[in-house]
Nanobody, 116 residues
Framework: QVQLVESGGGLVQAGGSLRLSCAAS????????IDWYRQAPGNQRREWVA????????NYPDSVKGRFTISRDNAKNTVYLQMNSLKPEDTGVYYC?????????WGQGTQVTVSS
């Protein structure tokens, strides 16, 4: 089993940057694909933000491409989400998810608020 803990959220002005971390405990972190989702205020749906696969390849939706960068440090069991040029619409609770085969685990989330 893998436990995920997000951190690094906070309040930032539009145009600013934040780096989120997703720290994992448990075994075999390197085999897990990790992605980030966010949930905007008043929205019950979580929006996919970024993914990094176990082989290091990455992908993003158009809404964040060029502004967000996902990376991983397997030695530290941590995935990072560098967010630049933040916009008010990036506001929400950010969650990381680790998945492998039939297993999937979510963190508790970290709040990101971007003021205009």
């Amino acid at each position: 089993q893998v436990q995920l803990v997000e951190s690094g959220g906070g309040l930032v002005q539009a145009g600013g940057s934040l780096r989120l971390s997703c720290a994992a405990s448990g075994r075999s972190f390197s085999i897990y694909n990790i992605d980030w989702y966010r949930q905007a205020p008043g929205n019950q749906r979580r929006e996919w933000v970024a993914v990094i696969l176990s082989d290091g390849s990455t992908n993003y939706p158009d809404s964040v491409k060029g502004r967000f960068t996902i990376s991983r440090d397997n030695a530290k069991n941590t995935v990072y989400l560098q967010m630049n040029s933040l916009k008010p619409e990036d506001t929400g609770v950010y969650y990381c998810r680790g998945y492998f085969a039939q297993y999937a685990y979510w963190g508790q989330g970290t709040q990101v608020t971007v003021s205009s």
